[in-house]
T-cell receptor, first 114, second 113 residues
Framework: NAGVTQTPKFRVLKTGQSMTLLCAQDMNHEYMYWYRQDPGMGLRLIHYSVGEGTTAKGEVPDGYNVSRLKKQNFLLGLESAAPSQTSVYFC?????????????FGPGTRLTVL | AQSVTQPDIHITVSEGASLELRCNYSYGATPYLFWYVQSPGQGLQLLLKYFSGDTLVQGIKGFEAEFKRSQSSFNLRKPSVHWSDAAEYFCAVGPPGDYKLSFGAGTTVTVRA
């Protein structure tokens, strides 16, 4: 039982390049989330998914797209990376949408955009 | 909208000493409150949570937190820290009936021998 895994762990991009971050969970959770963590700002929700094939915008969605083609995977895409997207990205999952259900986090992806 | 403030960016504590991390929240009613820990190279792990009832909450790894409504605070404590407690700690709040968590900026704890 690996929990929540993220690929890759580190990545350096040049401005304008694109990339996809992969999040996978093996807990059969319905809900999945993408956050970004910036110094002095805590975690902010980018996008989330309430089930296979459904996604929705979070607090800071601009410049990102997501897809949930399989229940266990949640992909975060950057179509044209910008330096402002330099951040640490965390994926999380939970069984339901209830805030009482624990969100389980992956180890993070550190992205640098030059 | 809810918000969370963690006034201390960095705290250094000696091994074996007590630790207290502050968290203040802003919300119209009593929110659900959480503390997460992020060890180096790891994802966030839930330490404890408060929904209602007893205002002193026990968590994992020997941590506890106390909810004080009058002060809008949810401070985290540990009586005796271990070197393995060196990590970043995040307080989070969320409205009942919702799933969206709002995180504080985090407090980094350094433990010296």
């Amino acid at each position: 039982n690996a929990g929540v895994t993220q690929t890759p762990k580190f990545r350096v991009l040049k401005t304008g390049q694109s990339m996809t971050l992969l999040c996978a969970q093996d807990m059969n959770h319905e809900y999945m989330y993408w956050y970004r963590q910036d110094p002095g700002m805590g975690l902010r929700l980018i996008h989330y998914s309430v089930g296979e094939g459904t996604t929705a915008k979070g607090e800071v969605p601009d410049g990102y797209n997501v897809s949930r083609l399989k229940k266990q995977n949640f992909l975060l895409g950057l179509e044209s990376a910008a330096p402002s997207q330099t951040s640490v990205y965390f994926c999380a999952s939970s069984y339901t949408e209830r805030i009482t259900d624990t969100q389980y986090f992956g180890p993070g992806t550190r992205l640098t955009v030059l | 909208a809810q918000s969370v403030t963690q006034p201390d960016i960095h705290i250094t504590v000696s091994e074996g000493a007590s630790l207290e991390l502050r968290c203040n929240y802003s919300y119209g009613a009593t929110p659900y409150l959480f503390w997460y820990v992020q060890s180096p190279g790891q994802g966030l792990q839930l330490l404890l949570k408060y929904f209602s009832g007893d205002t002193l909450v026990q968590g994992i790894k020997g941590f506890e937190a106390e909810f004080k409504r009058s002060q809008s605070s949810f401070n985290l404590r540990k009586p005796s820290v271990h070197w393995s407690d060196a990590a970043e700690y995040f307080c989070a709040v969320g409205p009942p009936g919702d799933y969206k968590l709002s995180f504080g900026a985090g407090t980094t704890v350094t433990v010296r021998a």
